[in-house]
Nanobody, 126 residues
Framework: VQLQASGGGLVQAGGSLRLSCAAS????????MGWFRQAPGKEREILAA????????YYADSVKGRFTISRNNANNTVYLQMNSLKPEDTAVYYC????????????????????WGQGTLVTVSS
């Protein structure tokens, strides 16, 4: 399994970015895909997740209403649309894939994800 994250960069506060995660190496029909971030000196945290088959989603409170996770079955890509960015959103963002324990399940724990992308840096200036 390979996960290739892209789309990070420098943006001003209030701006938007869209991250992409190209997934390959297997079918992801029975998987959850998640977006995480890790800021310097902080633990990695989950931001959003999507059940690949059902499209069911989960959002952390810190990004609810600002970030949107989606997936494109045709090109095996998961997206994270980030709007109204704040300086505290500055971090390295990771996409991850984890087996869904049952249909329509959402995985929200780090250890539930067995495959990780390489990370993409998002910097939000004030």
């Amino acid at each position: 399994v390979q996960l290739q994250a892209s789309g990070g960069g420098l943006v001003q506060a209030g701006g938007s970015l869209r991250l992409s995660c190209a997934a390959s190496g297997r079918t992801f029909r029975n998987f959850c895909m998640g977006w995480f971030r890790q800021a310097p000196g902080k633990e990695r945290e989950i931001l959003a997740a999507i059940n690949w088959s059902s499209g069911r989603t989960y959002y952390a409170d810190s990004v609810k209403g600002r970030f949107t996770i989606s997936r494109n079955n045709a090109n095996n890509t998961v997206y994270l649309q980030m709007n109204s960015l704040k300086p505290e959103d500055t971090a390295v963002y990771y996409c991850a894939a984890g087996a869904s324990p049952f249909p329509n399940a959402i995985v929200t724990t780090l250890r539930g994800y067995g495959y990780w992308g390489q990370g993409t840096l998002v910097t939000v200036s004030s």
